[in-house]
């Protein structure tokens, strides 16, 4: 079946900094999703990319929609310490007619104040 | 306007009962999808439903697992004789139109534990 390949997969950084992370498929995709997971909660959807080549951004953070239609990264800049938690990758692969998404496996982001 | 609402929060369960996680979907939402997270990883697909109906079920696991989204109430998954392995955090999300997950919406979470 379709994955996604998500990297890092952990990064500790410095407040301030800028933070990148990006998937990878062997696959096409339809739709690009960035979530963030807090400890013991459900994701909550960051940015939603449904063009290849789109750029989109949400306050601090930006997100592209890779042109070959099998990545995607995404950039938080000037991190701060509630940027703290993990951050999916998510996809809807272009044989999907549900609307199921397949997602990464995580980049778990801590950040030093 | 109350999100996507699940319960119980966290079930413990010994090896050989049924567990039943319960999903009320945001109002007017009438589509409903259940993931499995095993920890440290992202979430995998399990079902789709619609009221009353199964949509797409290619996640599931072919044994002791179901799931239900009757015409009134919440949308059931039901996980019988409990296995270890199924230790996880079991996620809702609920979205209004078909075709339409990336504008869902997820719940907190179920965490079940087997012991």
């Known amino acids: 079946g379709q994955q996604l390949n998500q990297s890092p997969q952990s990064m500790f950084i410095q407040e301030g900094e800028d933070v990148s992370m990006n998937c990878t498929s062997s696959?096409?995709?339809?739709?690009w999703l960035w979530y963030k997971q807090d400890p013991g909660e459900g994701p909550v959807l960051l940015i939603a990319l449904y063009k290849a080549g789109e750029l989109t951004s949400n306050g601090r953070l930006t997100a592209q929609f890779g042109i070959t239609r099998k990545d995607s990264f995404l950039n938080i800049s000037a991190s701060i310490p509630s940027d703290v938690g993990i951050y999916f990758c998510a996809g809807q692969g272009i044989a999907s007619n549900t609307g199921k998404l397949i997602f990464g496996q995580g980049t778990t982001l801590q950040v030093k104040p | 306007n109350a999100g996507v609402m699940q319960n119980p929060r966290h079930l413990v369960r010994r090896r050989g009962q049924e567990a039943r996680l319960r999903c009320s979907p945001m109002k007017g939402h009438s589509h409903v999808y259940w993931y499995r997270q095993l920890p440290e990883e992202g979430l995998k697909f399990m079902v789709y439903?619609?009221?009353?109906?199964?949509?797409?079920e290619s996640g599931m696991p072919k044994e002791r697992f179901s799931a239900e989204f009757p015409k009134e109430g919440p949308s059931i998954l039901r996980i019988q004789q409990v296995v270890r392995g199924d230790s996880a955090a079991y996620f809702c999300a609920s979205s209004p139109v078909e075709d339409s997950n990336t504008e869902a919406f997820f719940g907190q979470g179920t965490r079940l534990t087997v012991v």
């Open positions: 439903l619609q009221k009353e109906n199964i949509i797409d």
């Open positions: 696959s096409i995709f339809n739709t």
